[in-house]
């Protein structure tokens, strides 16, 4: 899964917290969901703990480097797209309403467009940024903890517990109030129903690990 690009003033958004979480939180479940615990000793609940955490490390370094990726090319785009406004004046207000968000876009006049191409052609040239910062490695040493971290909850019980069904029964409920806690979290950035929001992760999460399971993943 690849990551989105850091905001300006954090290393990751709400949104790419929770989309960190969520997909570490899959990736566990369909260890615990499909591996034989329940009949199995703390042998098997020892492999399966270890397959979790390597299998959620390695996915964590992949997403990382995504992360990575995405941030170098958002950063070409970004110098392409402020070289392309000031060189083209005919197509600035199409390439500005590109830029920014379309709430915005559509309150700006015409000459209000035009005055922003002026600004942006009335600063020193800006030569392209470095191609990566110390900002991208924290964001992508963000995604690597979220993900590799977002296991450990999931994994207690069956550390604390030595009986492997109880084990997976409050597992399960410790993944179920991540997952609502995580759209309640969403549903406060994004202006949306709290509760409803939560009972809704919840349920998308089962889906993408019930598909994830399916589909041997």
Known sequence: ???????????LSPVERISEVLFGLIMTLSFTGTMSVVTGGREEVGIMLLAVLGCNIAWGIIDGILY??????ERGR?????????????????LITEAVPSVIAGVLRRDEFE????????????????????????????????????????????ILIHD?????????????LMLFLGGYSLARY?????ITTGVVM???GAAMVGLTIALGG
């Open 78 to 94: 970004e110098h392409t797209l402020y070289r392309m406004i000031v060189q083209d004046a005919g197509n600035a207000q199409a």
């Open 1 to 11: 899964m690849s990551a989105q690009v850091p905001t300006a003033k954090r290393f």
């Open 164 to 176: 492997p069904l109880p084990a997976l029964r409050v597992s399960n409920g410790v993944a179920i």
């Open 68 to 73: 990575l990726l995405g941030a170098v090319s």
């Open 115 to 158: 005055t922003i191409r002026q600004r942006l052609a009335a600063l020193p040239d800006q030569p392209r940024a470095r191609v990566i910062t110390g900002r991208d490695f924290g964001g992508a040493a963000g995604v690597f903890l979220l993900v590799v971290l977002s296991c450990i909850p999931v994994l207690v019980p069956f």
């Open 202 to 204: 919840v349920g998308l």
């Open 190 to 194: 994004a202006g949306l129903a709290k």
